[in-house]
Structures are given as C-alpha cells and as structure tokens.
C-alpha cells in the first residue's frame, strides 16, 4: 500500500527529476560523482553503519578511525583527486578527525603559511604524514578571540617559542582531532616579545611523536568527553590541550601576516591583519555549502513518509503531506543555491588575494559570518520541524532524525556562536551606512544600501495576491526591510553617548536588522540562480514556484518587520499569505519528486521512515526486532528485578508501608 503511494506521487511530478538532479548537484559530473561514491561506500563493508547504534564512545571512536584507514586506503590506490576524497568522506556519514585535518588544518596552513612554510609543512600533510588541527578555542575564551592567553614567547637564545599554557582557563578546549589523534596543532596564542604583547599569532606545534604517538614532553593532551547524543559527533575527538613551557623553532610561527626576526624584532607583512581570522572564513563558507545538504536529508524523509501515511485515512486521494513542510523544501534549495554562489564567491575572493588585493574581505566575512549563522540555525530549527511532522515515530533512531539533528545542532556554536556572527554582520551594515555619500559607496551584497533613500520612503505597492509573484517586487520588499531596520539601528547608535554603548544597546535590533540582510541575499541568489537558461522539462518552473515560496514564507514569517517598518500594511500580508497557499497548492504532487531530486540512496539517508520505496512500516517493524533488547524474549534482568516483585518475594512490600 506504501510502496503504491510513492510511485502514484512520482507520477504526478511535473518536471524531469533527472534534470532536476542535475541541477541540484551543480552539474552533470558532480551528479555522477556523488553517485559513484554512494555506490562504493554502500556496497563496501567496511563502511557498514549498522552497528553503530549499540557501540561504546570507545568503540565508535576505533570504528572512525578504521574507517578513516580504510578511506584513506581506498583515495590512495584509486588514485582519488581532492574532490572525490571529499565526496568519499561526505558519504561515510561518519565525522571524524579527518575533517578537521582536510577541513581546517590544511587551509589554514594554506592561508596563513608563507610559500617557503607551504613547501615544508603541506607535503607532509597531504600524505598524512602528520595529521593536524585547529588548536584555537580555549576552556574560558572562545567566541573572544582576542583574549586568548596561551602564549608564545620568543626567546632570542634559541631562536623559538617557549609556548605555554598559564591558566586553567587557557587550556586548549574543543578543536577536533586533537583529543586522540592529531601529532600537530595549529596553535592560537599570545605573542610576546621584547617584553611586548604583540596579540594572537599561529604557530604549529608538534603535540605527540611520530614514534609511538605519545604526547611529548611539557605537552598534556587528552579527549573532552563524550558530547549531545548517543553517536553523532562522539565520533570525533574533540579535545584539551596544555603547555609547559615547550620549546618550538621560530619558523613554526605561521609568518605570512607577520614575522619575528631572529633578534626578536616584529614585522608586519603587507596583508591586513584580518587575515589571521582567514582560516574561519573559509569553514564557514564550507559550513554554508553544506547546510543545504542536512536539510533536505531531514525533508526527504519527512516528505516521503508525509505522503505513504494515512493516520486520518485518505482525503480526496491526497497525502497527508503537511503544509508546513514545504517552505522547508523550499529553504533547502535555496541554500543549494546559495551554497553554490558562495562557492564562486569564495574563489573569486581567494584570486583577488593572490593579486594583493585584500578590499572584498570585509564582505567575505560579512556574507560567510551572517550566512553561516542564518543557514545554521533555520537548518538545526528545520531538522528538529521534520521531527516533528513525522509524529512519535520521528523520535525513534531509525527514523534518522535524531541522529541527524545531533550532528547538526552543534553548528550553531562552533565555527563561531550564531548570535556573535550576526553581530558581525551589524558591525559591517553600520559601517557601510556610516560611510554612505562619502564617495565609498557600498558594493556586492550591500549595493542597495545605496538607494537607501528611496527604500526608506516608498511603501510597497502590491494590490493583488498575484503581484506578489513578482521577483522585482520581492527584491524591493527584501531590501525596503533591510535598509530600514538597518537605518533605525544606526539612528539609534548615533544618538548614544558613545558608539560602543550605542551598539550594545541595539543588540537586540542589530540582530534583526542582520537577519533581514542574510535573508536578503539569499532570495537574491535564489533569483539569480534563475535568471539563467535551466534545461529539462518543467524544471525551471518548479525552481521559480519554490523561490517564490521560500521569499513568501519569509515575508509571512516575518511579517513583524514588515509591518513595523511600514513597508506593508496588513492587508498586503495576507494577500502574500493566500499567495503562499496557492502556490503550496501547485508544489503539492510535485514533492516527492523534488525531494528524490536530491537523490540520497537508502543507505545513506538510514531511515525507515525515508525509504525510497515507501516500506515503512515494515522497516520501522524490522528495525525494532533487531534491537539487542529484543535478542530474548525474556528480558535480561528479570530474574533479579521483576520476577521478585512479580512473586512478592521483594523485602519491602505496600503492606509493610
Ligand atoms: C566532507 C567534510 C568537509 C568538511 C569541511 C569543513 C569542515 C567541517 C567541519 C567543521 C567542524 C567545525 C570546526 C569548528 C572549529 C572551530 O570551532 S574553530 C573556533 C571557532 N571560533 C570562532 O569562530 C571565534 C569567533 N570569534 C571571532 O571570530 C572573533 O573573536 C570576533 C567575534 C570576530 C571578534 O574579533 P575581534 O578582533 O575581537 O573584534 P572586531 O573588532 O569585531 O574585529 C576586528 C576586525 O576584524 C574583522 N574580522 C573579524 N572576523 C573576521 C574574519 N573572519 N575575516 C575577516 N575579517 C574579520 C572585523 O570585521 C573587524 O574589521 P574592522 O571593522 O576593524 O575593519
């Protein structure tokens, strides 16, 4: 009966699937890549995910590492490019040390190291000939990273670092792959010479040896615990790190931002000192890439159990698929899209700094700081919705829910706290608004900022539920409301004291103001996304219906910021609302197959309420049998705990009380 559903769905769909999935990997070869390392992973053994649900954090922890072995095997003898290691390593689902290592340590040697250091330390890393992480986050200080206080003083006698760790507070806390795996660390800390504190520089440090793995002397090293849920990232081993006072050479300070001379004379380089947050610019931007990629596994499992359920029996033949999950399908290609934009964005700007030219990275930051914070927590917050619209069963671990929401939600803390990144992206409208007229006109993301006299002043003008579908009209809607939270906040600032006091007591309002500019750019790249040619059938269409349900939903959402700037009135919010359910109306039978567009198989979705084939009742049935619990019928126990109460043979006993 299942089963029948979901293909009497996939035959409702109004687009070419195929096309679509084209589209939604980026192209033809990446489509095939993603398919090839499915495969392999799925039908390779080692990579089974099975028996995870029952393993100690001990055991789950080896059974990461023998699979890491096992990729790494597998990239070296089939001769695998960077990209395809990735893919290999996305479809693993497992997170391990290995991320971090390709993820962050790698680039930040890449950013941060000078050529001659390049040469040196990124052989070594690209053959694992050491493995790294990102020693930065400290047990008192992590958002601030100014405040660091590890520190590294330079001591002319041995033309090093004596690097050290002075107090309880100062320890080394979180990076993963440091707790039981990483020989080096690249080390965040205070660089001090000729009695100066010259603030926070990187250093690679060698933490254990490359003997037999034991830490080396004046280092103390050890994994952080186990973490939120009962798989999820337990698989990593994030961890705590000290120093007494460890010698390090000169030259394992990361010097392309500055060097200290063998005299111990400081130098700064010619690149702006912004760049040493570099290596977080670029987990961010990989962090927005993939959010797209969590959400739409939550939204294919919710959406196809949406349609083979029947809790109140069938409704003029329809699913019960929920509205509610539509602007969250909706979320998730737009995140595709913007995931693929900041991709470009991202590599333009890493051209312009091999040509010096540094000016596109306050907007880097910006978009990857505000972007990550956004993507994150409407991923996390939809994650824990499909949960929910899956009923009681979404609870269970093999719905895949659970597991997924666990992996993610760390994401809104680490690589910078959402609320802190935000406030970045404050900092940088309150910037481009201070200097507007000045002849520094704003550009990329902030270009609108420009015409903020006008989006101040001219109200919107929809007047049928119809006008809303327009995408001049949503743009204008997106920026109106960003231009004017952003004004208030700046007018607010202004009449502070002073500016620091005045941003402190507009947090609150920056926030918002923030929120409405990420929000902003990613219509806008939505949009963009499809002003150029789509082919297959039907596949564009059903792009332009989604985006105008991802722009609509918002404008409902937020329909507070509209209205309280007074852009819209409140008639014009429900003409956006029975828009909204219009165009619900038309993404209805079309579901299923825009979620198979995304093309997870079952192994890796790990869902039995996610099945491609819609069987779900009998996987839900299947995967409880198998539980250790049910191994006997009897359970383990009895005899001691429940038999003794069943028999009133315990000494305690109600008529005793
Ligand atoms: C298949 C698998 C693939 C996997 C592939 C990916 C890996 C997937 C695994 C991920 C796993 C997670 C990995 C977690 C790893 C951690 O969690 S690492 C630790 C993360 N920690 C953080 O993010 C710390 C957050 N804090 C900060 O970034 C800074 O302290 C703050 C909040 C920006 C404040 O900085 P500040 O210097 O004290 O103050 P502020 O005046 O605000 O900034 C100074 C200037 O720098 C600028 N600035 C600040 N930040 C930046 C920046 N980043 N860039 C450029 N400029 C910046 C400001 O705009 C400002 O500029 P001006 O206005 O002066 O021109």
Redesign the pocket.
Known sequence: MEMKTLAQERSKAEFDVEAMKVVWAGGEASLRLNQRMAELVANDPEFQKDSRVMQTRSELLKDTFRKAAHAWELINKLHFTEEEA??L??HIDQ?SYA??H???FIPAIKGQATDAQQKKWLPLAYSQAIIGC?A??ELGH?????RLETTATFEPSTDGFIVNTPTIAATKW???GLGKVSTHAIVHARLLTNGKDYGIHAFIVQIRSLEDHQPLPGITVADIGTKFGSRAYNSVDNGLLRFNNVHIPRENMLMRLATVTKEGKYVHSNVP???A?????N??K??VM?ASYSLARAVTIAVRYSAVRRQFGVQDGQPEMQSRLFPLLATAYAYRFLGQWMSSLYSDTMACFENNDFST??E???C??GLKSIATSTTADGIEECRKLCGGHGYLTSSGLPDLFAVYV??CT????NV??L??VA??LM?TLKFLGSGKEPSGTAAYLSNVTELVSKNCEVAKESDWISPKTLRYAFEARSARLALKCATQIAAASTQDEGFSEASCELLGASRAHCELIIVTRFMGALEREIPGRGVKNQLQILCNIYALSLVTTRAGDFLMTGYLSPEQVELAKSQLRDLFKKVRHNAVSLVDAFDYTDFYLGSSLGRYDGNVYESLYNEALKDPTNASAVTEGYTEFIRPILKQQLGTSMSRL
Do not use: F
Not at 277 to 281: F, I, K, L
């Open positions: 990735r893919c390593r996305k997170p991320d971090l390709w993820g962050v990102y930065q986050t992590g958002s601030n990273v100014q979180w990076p993963g000192t912004q760049l947050y570099g290596a977080m610019v987990v961010r990989s962090i993939d990275l306050p880097v930051h910006a990857t700081a760390p994401s680490y690589e910078g706290d802190i990144l406030l970045q900092r940088y910037k």
